[in-house]
């Protein structure tokens, strides 16, 4: 069992900065993919990013491709999501995820192993 704990998010106004975090509690962190989904009201849940363990695979919806940044540090057991130019529509509840033993980077929600509760981001326009 993996327990992930996202922190960082907030209310910002547009085109400013967040960097989220996810700290998972496993001793074998680097077995996990790791990936950031959000969820606005009204809407399912969708894919943002993800990182494979070395950190050199990673995968990005188009929605955030030159906006947003995925990263790991293994040492820390922590995921990072920075997210600038932020807009109005990114506003939504942000989740960490992990996949367990993944060769690939899935955009289906129903295919991660674990979830964190959730970061609250706000783009004021």
């Known amino acids: 069992q993996v327990q992930l704990g996202e922190s960082g998010g907030g209310v910002v106004p547009a085109g400013d900065s967040l960097r989220l975090s996810c700290v998972a509690s496993?001793?074998?962190?680097?077995?996990?993919?790791m990936g950031w989904f959000r969820q606005a009201p009204g809407k399912e849940r969708e894919f943002v990013a993800g990182i494979r363990w070395g950190g050199t695979s990673i995968r990005y919806a188009d929605s955030v491709k030159g906006r947003f940044t995925i990263s790991r540090d293994n040492a820390k057991n922590t995921v990072y999501l920075q997210m600038n130019s932020l807009k109005p529509e990114d506003t939504a509840v942000y989740y960490c995820a992990a996949d367990y033993r993944t060769a690939w980077i899935p955009s289906s929600s129903v295919s991660w192993d674990y979830w964190g509760r959730g970061t609250q981001v706000t783009v004021s326009s």
């Open positions: 496993t001793r074998t962190f680097t077995t996990y993919t």
